[in-house]
């Protein structure tokens, strides 16, 4: 490439801290997540391309744009590119094994209704509905899965992954519930249909009331209250609790706790609560 041909690639400047300001006001309005100071390159590194596509070269024009003229595609589209997604089957195992051997015993009602409510790409979902399928078939359960982005949903519908998202499949789920690839696909597996068609992804932001979801028996709502402040976290945690049914049961990740909350929540495992009955 000759020096004339390199001058015609449009130079993108780096992040101004007024352009940073920008977005992260704007993402934390819009998701509830505030992007800590040290992680400007993630903005820069999952919005350049984006932003280029439309015909912007300078960050500052470009977060100008989304703070106060952007479409609501276009905001719904910069909350996608910025949000983490980062998961596997069978995270925080125990999880599992507590939702057969300590929550399902006392929901005898049916249909149960789970919501799994930070859904990624799709694994904890689909870690749950194997689990769900194993304990009671495939009949008198419901699970909704629901996340932000509406990128990782149409991704985790898919219900194919890289081999490498297996380290924790127990074997048994393996060999049952996964497909491998072959061909084209070769290094992926999919997720069996039967799995697949028990669960519904819907878009839903934590920060909105979720009554549309309707009542739930559990609620898993792991590793995404990390990325909240207390204002959020509480709020986020007072919109779950109104879809909870009393003696319903909310199950977090182990890295979060939900002491002195002031909601009535009763801890009966590590990072396992139940709603308190009236």
Known sequence: ???????????????????????????????????????????????????QDLGFNEFETYCHYVATAATAAERTQVVDLLTTNETYFFREP????????????TIKHRPLRIWCAAASSGEEPYS??????????????????????????????????????LEFMPPQYLKKYCRKGVGAYEGSFLVAPEIRNKVKFVQHNLLD??????????????????????????????????????????????????????????????SIYRHQTK
């Open 94 to 105: 125990e999880h599992f094994n507590q939702l057969g051997n300590l929550m399902l015993p």
């Open 209 to 270: 009331n979720a009554a549309g979801l309707g009542k739930f028996d559990i609620i898993f709502v792991r590793n995404v209250m990390i990325y909240f402040d207390a204002d959020v976290k509480d709020q986020v945690l007072k919109n779950l609790l109104t879809q909870l049914k009393p003696g319903g049961w909310l199950v977090t990740s182990h890295s979060e706790s939900l002491l002195g909350c002031g909601l009535a929540l009763e801890q009966v495992k590590p």
């Open 128 to 165: 749950l509905a194997m689990a769900l399928n194993e304990k009671l078939g495939n009949y008198g359960w419901e699970l909704i899965a629901s996340d932000i982005s509406v990128r990782m949903l149409e991704s985790a519908a898919q219900g194919l992954y890289r081999m490498q998202r």
């Open 1 to 51: 490439m000759n020096a004339q041909a390199m001058e015609l690639i449009p130079e993108v400047l780096s992040l101004s801290k007024a352009a940073f300001k920008k977005i992260q006001t704007f993402f934390a309005e819009n998701s509830g997540i505030v992007i800590a100071e040290h992680k400007q390159q993630l903005i820069v590194n999952r919005l350049r391309k984006h932003m």
